[in-house]
């Protein structure tokens, strides 16, 4: 009987799947926790050297932040000292040969403000006309005499191939 017992539990052996054998090995849960503990222990590692990188980047970035900042400052510095009125002076009178103008030569120029033109219909209306105007075609007398009128198409849709 016993050795029929054994046959029997060797035969269900053979016929269960792979899985199952592995699964009823008695050091499988063993394997399992052993695997967990890898795969969380190398993420960890992961995310470890990920912040590293990160952290390496941010450096890097800040020094070429504050390599700007200073180009920038040095570039307004020339800036200021290129666009001095004794720079511009200096360069006007030796390349360009230009003299200074005397102050009684100046005056300036100056609206009042009671002047201020004032903005109606009609004029709105008028200025819009004169836009207009600039865009038509113009005819001489001569053309006139001569026969060589053309025809003129005024819509600019037309012109472009939109509508007729």
């Known amino acids: 009987m016993k050795q029929a017992v054994r046959k029997f539990s060797e035969t269900t052996r053979i016929r269960s799947s792979w899985i199952n054998r592995i699964r009823r090995h008695r050091y499988f849960q063993w394997a399992i926790l052993a695997t967990v503990v890898l795969m969380v222990s190398g993420i960890h590692i992961w995310q470890r050297v990920k912040v590293l990188d990160l952290v390496h980047e941010v450096s890097l970035l800040r020094k070429e932040n504050t390599m700007l900042a200073d180009d920038a400052r040095k570039v307004n510095s020339e800036i200021a000292a290129l666009s001095k009125a004794s720079r511009i002076q200096k360069y006007a009178s030796d390349s360009l040969g230009l003299v200074p103008v005397p102050a009684e030569r100046l005056f300036t120029l100056k609206r009042s ?3 201020k033109a004032q903005i109606d219909d009609v004029s709105l209306v008028l200025s819009a006309i ?13 053309q006139v005499a001569a026969g060589q009128l053309r025809n003129y198409t005024i819509d600019s849709l037309a012109n472009r191939g939109g509508y007729k």
Request: proline fraction near 6%; avoid cysteine.
């Open 113 to 115: 403000h009671t002047e």
């Open 130 to 142: 004169r836009r207009m105007t600039r865009y038509l075609p113009t005819v001489t007398k001569d």
